[in-house]
């Protein structure tokens, strides 16, 4: 279970993360770790608490404990603007575009000023020209409204509009989930896009072969806790962890 730790401090760590939806406890003690450059998968089969987690992060669950700390500032009482305007981008399952809006005013609702990382290093900048080179679908239909997307195109919009923040890392949550294929592709593409460009990633993900494609390490959640902590090629090579914890 144990991973080669990279030197330096996390840009994100969590420690003891426990949350609840009024009376039911969905998380327990919860500890996991993203580092710069890197993409990281939590994987779980549905009601695992995935996207819990990553709520939880964003400060979106109100009843919560534990310490999460990013890019060296504890955010644990942070409210969701107050984290995202930190730098931590969210991707929801859900989309949640603004239908009657446009692609380009959906994206310049995401838009944040450029940072720098603490070294005085310009962290990635997006513009919707980047964009637009990174989802060339998008760049065909800057003048559509939301509303009038494929499921497909909506979730490449979410992303984009994210981006739009300068965000050092992206919490994406189930990003197969729900699209044809061949979205399932560009969104890989787009992910290991995102890496090189210096994005770190986490991403809560069911689907082994999307994880396999885009991912450096793997924590494995059910029932709220994580059960399983590797690299994703010891992941892929483990078959009794994935039959326990993965398999339907």
């Known amino acids: 279970m144990s991973v080669p730790e990279r030197?330096?401090?996390?840009?994100?760590?969590?420690?003891?993360?426990?949350?609840?939806?009024?009376?039911?406890?969905?998380?327990?003690?919860v500890e996991l770790h993203v580092n710069r450059g890197e993409v990281?998968?939590?994987?779980?089969?549905?009601g695992a608490g995935k996207s819990t987690t990553l709520k939880s992060i964003m400060g979106m669950v109100p009843r919560r404990r534990g310490r999460i700390v990013f890019m060296g500032r504890d955010i644990s009482s942070s409210e969701p603007h107050e984290v995202a305007v930190s730098g931590l981008?969210?991707?929801p399952e859900d989309r949640r575009i603004f239908t009657d809006l446009t692609v380009t005013e959906n994206l310049e609702v995401g838009r944040q000023p450029p940072r720098r990382w603490p070294d005085g290093a310009p962290a990635p900048e997006w513009t919707p020209q980047r964009l637009f080179e990174?989802?060339?679908?998008?760049?065909?239909?800057?003048d559509r409204p939301g509303g009038s997307m494929s499921g497909g195109e909506q979730q490449m919009?979410?992303?984009?509009?994210?981006?739009?923040?300068?965000?050092?890392?992206?919490?994406?949550?189930?990003p197969s989930e729900g699209v044809a294929p061949v979205i399932?592709?560009?969104?890989a593409?787009?992910?290991?896009?995102?890496?090189?460009q210096g994005v770190s990633i986490l991403l809560s993900e069911q689907?082994?072969?999307?994880?396999?494609?885009?991912?450096?390490?793997?924590?494995?959640?059910?029932?709220?806790?994580?059960?399983?902590?590797?690299?994703?090629?010891?992941?892929?090579?483990?078959?009794?962890?994935?039959?326990?914890?993965?398999s339907v």
Do not use: C
């Not at 990174?134 to 800057?142: A, I, K, S």
């Not at 593409?189 to 090189?196: D, F, N, R, S």
């Open 134 to 142: 990174l989802f060339p679908n998008l760049g065909e239909m800057t």
């Open 184 to 187: 399932v592709e560009q969104m």
């Open 40 to 46: 990281v998968a939590l994987m779980g089969r549905n």
């Open 157 to 174: 919009l979410t992303v984009a509009r994210t981006l739009m923040g300068n965000p050092y890392l992206v919490l994406l949550d189930e």
């Open 207 to 246: 689907n082994m072969h999307f994880a396999e494609l885009v991912s450096d390490r793997a924590y494995v959640l059910e029932k709220g806790q994580i059960r399983h902590h590797s690299t994703m090629e010891a992941l892929a090579d483990n078959e009794e962890v994935r039959r326990a914890y993965l």
């Open 189 to 196: 593409q787009m992910i290991v896009e995102l890496k090189a």
């Open 7 to 29: 030197s330096g401090e996390p840009l994100l760590a969590v420690d003891g993360l426990s949350a609840w939806y009024g009376a039911a406890h969905i998380l327990f003690d």
């Open 89 to 91: 981008g969210f991707v």
